[in-house]
């Protein structure tokens, strides 16, 4: 498919352990984003992507969040000492430039239990 | 800081009737403005969208938005409803000129019912 993938689709861990979510944004597009969009609510910021370099990360939550593009393409999120909190849809999009449609992904549905 | 309200967390309307969906949003300086949708067990999808000019905005599968500054709202329209509209809802915000750092609400619940 040509759309934005994120895998897996869902994903449950235990409290205090390690994630990593995965994001191949469509091809071309230079820009990447990455939303969490806790039950009930409607998606929030979390950091943007242009290229390999984080334009805006000011949506992470604290330190326990970190993202990389190494290769201006795929994109990973990395939680760490995960807590019930960090529970959510975390969501990723791209688009062409910075200024173009953004498409999403389905979203990672993250459970800390 | 950029705010968005959307009234009702859900709707319901009839099959054919018109659906009203409110969004009022806060920012100091002119935004951009969205709808998105979001069917089950799918990515979010762009409806349509404000930047500048003509203030009534339309977008796919019938929808449309008005941009009314003295109301700071972004209403989203469509003269008849289909069961297939069912879904749920967003309006965002972002910078103008900006990029895709948006500000969404909590969203809508729409309900279609023969």
């Known amino acids: 498919g040509a759309g934005v993938s994120q895998t897996p689709s869902n994903k449950v861990t235990e409290k205090g352990k390690y994630v990593e979510l995965r994001c191949d944004p469509i091809?071309?597009?230079?820009?990447l984003y990455w939303y969490r969009q806790s039950l009930g609510q409607g998606p929030e910021f979390l950091i943007y992507?242009?290229?390999?370099?984080?334009?805006?990360d000011s949506g992470l939550p604290n330190d326990r969040f970190f993202a990389v593009r190494p290769e201006g393409s795929v994109s990973t999120l990395k939680i760490q000492r995960t807590e019930r909190g960090d529970s959510a849809v975390y969501l990723c999009?791209?688009?062409?430039?910075?200024?173009?449609?953004?498409?999403f992904g389905q979203g990672t549905r993250l459970t800390v239990v | 800081a950029q705010s968005v309200t959307q009234l009702g967390s859900h709707v319901s309307v009839s099959e054919g009737a018109l659906v009203l969906l409110r969004c009022n949003y806060s920012?100091?300086?002119?935004?951009?403005l969205f709808w998105y949708v979001q069917y089950p067990n799918q990515g979010l999808q762009l409806l349509l969208k404000?930047?500048?000019?003509?203030?009534l905005v339309k977008g796919i599968n019938g929808f449309e938005a008005e941009f009314k500054k003295s109301e700071t709202s972004f209403h989203l329209t469509k003269p008849s409803a289909h069961m297939s509209d069912a879904a749920e809802y967003f309006c965002?915000?972002?910078?103008?000129?900006?990029?895709?750092?948006?500000?969404f609400g909590a969203g809508t619940r729409l309900a279609v019912h023969p």
């Open positions: 999009a791209s688009s062409l430039n910075r200024e173009a449609e953004a498409f």
């Open positions: 091809s071309g597009h230079t820009a």
């Open positions: 992507f242009q290229g390999t370099g984080a334009a805006d």
């Open positions: 920012s100091s300086v002119p935004p951009y």
């Open positions: 404000y930047t500048t000019g003509a203030t």
């Open positions: 965002a915000v972002s910078d103008p000129g900006g990029y895709n750092k948006l500000i």
